[in-house]
């Protein structure tokens, strides 16, 4: 009896094992989807071969890189970190930095030309008619925020 549940255990790891390979491993075959939801016959022949690499006592590890060595790195859903895909890996921090750089440099550029604006106004020069409204609209303070007329009638009582 203790015999059979061992044997059951180490199905049931097995079995656990192999589902979660075969949900990190893309079907060649359909592409978008694992080999664990595909009935691609490929499909059906990789979860076999897992299946049977972990019997005979392989690591994860071991038949991952199996996998990639018969079938290449796209076979992966977590392709590796190197120089070939580093730029895949890294394009969206050079896309955002970039963004940020031209963000940083327009309001540099702005505040350069508000100081410009200024000088040209002390030497009498004429501002243009957008110059005009970019000066007024920095030089009017904001309406105050949260001033309603019930807000003033309240002040004006507790004097």
Not at 9 to 37: F, L, P, W
Not at 46 to 72: A, T, V
Not at 112 to 141: C, F, S
Request: aromatic share 6%.
């Amino acid at each position: 009896m203790e015999n059979k549940d061992d044997e059951v255990k180490k199905a049931q790891v097995v079995e656990a094992r192999a589902r979660n390979i075969s949900h990190n491993v893309r079907c060649t075959e359909c592409g978008s989807q694992s080999i664990e939801d595909s009935q691609a016959d490929i499909a059906i022949l990789l979860r076999k071969l897992i299946r049977d690499e972990i019997q005979s006592g392989k690591s994860d590890k071991e038949i991952y890189k199996k996998l990639e060595e018969d079938y290449g790195e796209t076979v992966l859903y977590a392709p590796k970190f190197d120089l070939q895909t580093a730029a895949l890996w890294l394009s969206p921090l050079l896309v955002s930095g970039a963004a940020a750089g031209v963000w940083a440099y327009k309001k540099h550029r702005q505040k350069t030309n508000v100081h410009i604006m200024a000088l040209d106004l002390v030497r009498g020069v004429p501002l243009t008619p957008k110059e005009k409204e970019t000066m007024l609209d920095l030089l009017t303070p904001p309406p105050p925020q949260g001033v309603t007329a019930s807000s003033l009638w309240s002040r004006l009582r507790g004097r």
